[in-house]
């Protein structure tokens, strides 16, 4: 059964870009509703639960229909912030943590991404992928739809559910995105 991964710094690393209490709610409630919610789905199809969720969320049309969309949502929205823990780096260690992704983030990149990111309407996720020929692609995917079911490799992502900025920056998602670059890399 899946767990939620321990964040790789601690809850106020990111200040004062993300706020602590901010990074508790996201991480101690809502990721681990997204962790729940799929063990739950999952647990009356014990040969589904030897496979590795990159497989389940890759080949979707393949999940039993009655948890399809249970595992696309909650496995997506488990994998997602994996993800995105993963890439953000504290204040403290910028810099250091976003190996090559530092040197694909070129200025028109960054302005397509926070265009996108503004663009993204209701709840989902701005990224940064590689598709299948290599190439780079800023696009959004809406709920917790995870570019890794499309095929795509991602690069960076960003979360565009309120939950994960509202208490500190309310209607203000272009600070929000201005952040996140920050928490890439220093500017
Ligand atoms: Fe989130």
Known sequence: MYTLPPLPYAYDALEPYIDEATMRLHHLKHHQTYVDKLNAALEPYPELQNKKLEELLKNLETVPEAIRNAVRN??????????????????????????????????????????????????????????????????????????????????????????????????????????FFKLLYPL
């Not at 040197?103 to 990111?117: G, H, N, P, V, Y």
């Not at 709840?123 to 570019?147: A, C, E, F, H, R």
Request: aromatic share 12%; glycine share 10%.
């Open 74 to 179: 909650h496995g997506g929205g488990h994998w997602n912030h994996s993800f995105f823990w993963q890439i953000l780096a504290p204040a403290s260690n910028q810099g250091s943590t976003l190996g090559d992704k530092g040197r694909t983030l070129t200025e028109e990149i960054k302005k397509q991404f926070k265009d996108s990111a503004l663009a993204c309407f209701g709840s989902g996720w701005t990224w940064l992928v590689k598709k299948s020929d290599g190439s780079l692609l800023v696009t959004n995917t809406p709920n917790q739809d995870t570019p890794i079911s499309s095929g795509q490799v991602p690069i960076l992502g960003l979360d565009l559910w309120e939950h994960a900025y509202y208490l500190k920056y309310q209607n203000r998602r272009a600070e929000y995105v201005d952040s």
